[in-house]
């Protein structure tokens, strides 16, 4: 078992006091001013259900976050959510300035997106689009596509190369080599550019 700082568990062994005065038919209300706890009814239902399932010990109680206060809540949530839906453009960055606004809670853009993504509300990944695409602009779709002006180069076999001549293999020197091969006359193989 990992080590817990003696807050944490003083404060298991009450939760386990608490489940178990409850169980025994005390107040809730009145066991809970006793131990110095908060606990609501929905709360203690869940305590219980964790109490049970980690075999009836103090250990399944210990708080993992060490007593640390959750930074997004439910009303935090619903509140960004509803946000995220009301603009799609917004982006992390712009939401963490607007929960610090809101909520004086302080999150990382990181986090405000692994939230959005659990209920399906981020953008597609990739950048975005600097300006809407017009459609149906004669202007744009006859300009060349610069990123498509050196194609050829990667795809030798192309059917046009830069200057709007024909690619393909090209003509063959005598020696079997493209014509454009670069290379020399003294290259030539000894007794001509025939090989025997």
């Known amino acids: ?24 038919g005390e107040p809730l209300e009145q066991v809970c001013a006793e131990l110095d706890l908060a606990v609501d009814a929905k709360r203690l239902a869940k305590l219980q259900a964790k109490y049970e399932a980690g075999g009836r010990t103090w250990e399944a109680l210990l708080d993992g976050r060490y007593g640390h206060p959750k930074k997004a809540h439910s009303a935090l949530r619903e509140w960004l ?18 929960l610090k606004a809101q909520f004086q809670v302080e999150l990382s853009a990181g986090h405000v997106n692994y939230l959005l993504r659990k209920v399906a509300l981020t ?44 690619g393909g293999r090209g003509e063959l020197s005598g020696d079997g ?20």
Do not use: C, W
């Open 81 to 98: 959510y509803e946000r995220k839906r009301q603009d799609k453009a917004l982006t992390a960055p712009e939401l963490v300035d607007e």
């Open 1 to 24: 078992m990992e080590d817990h700082p003696a807050a944490v568990i003083e404060r298991a062994k009450r939760l386990e006091q608490l489940l178990q005065r409850v169980a025994q």
């Open 123 to 166: 953008r597609p990944p990739g950048r975005v689009p600097s300006r809407p695409a017009a459609e149906n602009d004669p202007a744009e779709s006859e300009a060349p596509s610069p990123s498509l002006d050196n194609a050829g180069i990667f795809f030798p076999g192309s059917s046009q190369t830069r200057d709007g001549h024909h």
């Open 177 to 196: 080599l493209p014509a454009a091969s670069g290379r020399q006359p003294h290259d030539t193989p000894a007794g001509g550019g025939e090989r025997t």
